[in-house]
């Protein structure tokens, strides 16, 4: 399986964006899909994740796990995340990744088997 992230752009504090992760291959639905971001110069952050089949999801601790939404289309082997209220600390590179062991959620970078390219979301105020 291979991922690719897109959706990114400009955006304006306040607004909003929805992030895509399309999965090329037929076993997409054997992986769990995350979320990442890392802003220059900061370590790379968990921001949501979604199980198998889409039944759960999780979200990172920090401010933003509360203004995005992740879910997740088997039949289109996408995941997305909609993030709103958006700022401009959340300028950084999104990255979709995911992994096929068992347990739900990981929430570390390390735990994630196959991972997209990244799209970049620039925030203005």
């Known amino acids: 399986v291979q991922l690719q992230a897109s959706g990114g752009g400009f955006g304006q504090a306040g607004g909003s964006l929805r992030l895509s992760c399309t999965a090329s291959g037929d076993t997409f639905r054997d992986y769990a899909i995350g979320w990442f971001r890392q802003a220059p110069g900061k370590e790379r952050e968990f921001v949501a994740c979604?199980?198998?089949?889409?039944?759960?999801?999780?979200y990172g601790d920090s401010e933003v796990g509360r203004r995005v939404s992740i879910s997740r289309d088997n039949t289109k082997n996408t995941v997305y995340l909609q993030m709103n209220g958006l700022r401009s600390e959340d300028t950084a590179v999104y990255y979709c990744?995911?992994?096929?062991?068992?347990?739900?959620?990981?929430?570390?970078?390390?735990?994630?088997?196959?991972w997209g390219q990244g799209t970049l979301v620039t925030v203005s105020s």
């Open positions: 990744a995911g992994y096929s062991s068992s347990g739900f959620p990981h929430r570390l970078a390390s735990e994630y088997d196959i």
């Open positions: 979604v199980s198998w089949r889409g039944g759960a999801t999780a």
